[in-house]
């Protein structure tokens, strides 16, 4: 007798439906659901491996295996699983990369303070490291130039509670930038700075959008020779793009990190700490972000030093 072929599916040439899988549940802390089998009834209160304790109004607990369709849920039968741990979330970063604390309020100014150069510079230090020069109290003047730092630092009148940091522009062994540091003796100023002939050149180039910061003849004024190398009419315009295109730490240069955080350790060491302390505080929370983006050498900055 020859064999009929009825085809791969013979329910489905039949009319018969196979029925569908029961939903799957996460078995989260206190959903209630009940066993099928005994139809004990109680909320989750824990998920062992391939099992789950309910709990009943009454008290009581019960461990049941986390079977497939083996419990029901409003009436409905679902299969109770493992509750999926979600990654937590990244803390939120300030935009030196530090954490950020909301909600936060700022710290009453400290009498320590820093100095930069000119506007600009202050403007780009508010823009990456405004956050914690806040919680930290720290508040950030202008100086007109490094002419004026021997008169600057005599009308401070730094001392163990009363700090001076001074960031300086073009700070490079044999320049006037250069000497002019090394003539402030006091040991509660620390005057560092980077290498850039403007803080324009600070930020990354990609960050601005340009291969690379125009080189610009000696004797020409600096920012107009690369306004003019680039097309732009006026200085104040080119600043507004500089400025905009730096969102983090990410978008400065090495030399200017390194400088700015060796400042902000100086003027918040407490008095009566050792000076040698003046690099854990600020560098803690920032160091193995910077290290990894930079590598070990940027944050040593461009300093000359506590002079």
């Known amino acids: 007798m020859r064999s009929r072929d009825y085809g791969p599916d013979v329910l489905a040439r039949s009319g018969r439906v196979r029925p569908a899988a029961p939903p799957s549940v996460e078995a989260v802390p206190g959903l209630v659901a009940e066993d099928a089998a005994t139809g004990f009834c109680g909320a989750v209160i824990e998920v062992e491996a391939g099992g789950v304790v309910l709990e009943d109004r009454h008290g009581r607990r019960r461990a049941f295996p986390l079977a497939a369709g083996a419990f029901l849920l409003d009436g409905r039968t679902v299969t109770l699983t493992r509750p999926v741990r ?40 508010e823009r990456v490291w405004g956050d914690d020069l806040r919680l930290e109290g720290v508040v950030v003047e202008s100086l007109d130039g490094v002419d004026d730092l021997p008169a600057l630092v005599a009308a401070f009148q730094p001392g163990p509670r009363r700090r001076l940091g001074v960031l300086v522009d073009h700070l490079v062994a044999g320049s006037k930038e250069s000497r002019i540091a090394a003539s402030v003796t006091s040991p509660y100023v620390l005057v560092t700075g980077h290498p850039y002939v403007d803080i324009w050149q600070a930020v990354k180039p990609s960050s601005v959008g340009i291969a690379a910061w125009p080189q610009v003849p000696r004797g020409q004024p600096w920012k107009d020779g690369v306004c003019r190398a680039l097309g732009v009419a006026e200085p104040a315009d080119m600043w507004r793009r500089v400025l905009g295109s730096v969102r983090s730490y990410t978008d400065v240069e090495a030399g200017l990190l390194g400088a700015v955080e060796r400042l902000i350790d100086f003027v918040t060491v407490p008095a009566g700490d050792g000076d040698d302390e003046h690099g854990a505080k600020y560098h803690a929370k920032h160091g193995a972000e910077h290290r990894a983006e930079y590598g070990e050498g940027h944050d040593r900055g461009h300093e000359r030093g506590r002079v």
Not at 106 to 125: K, M, N, P, T
Request: glycine share 8%.
């Open 86 to 125: 979600s990654a937590p979330a990244a803390p939120a970063r300030t935009a030196s990369g530090s954490v950020a604390v909301p909600g936060q309020p700022a710290r009453v100014a400290r009498a320590s303070r820093i100095y930069v150069e000119g506007l600009h510079d202050a403007a780009l230090v």
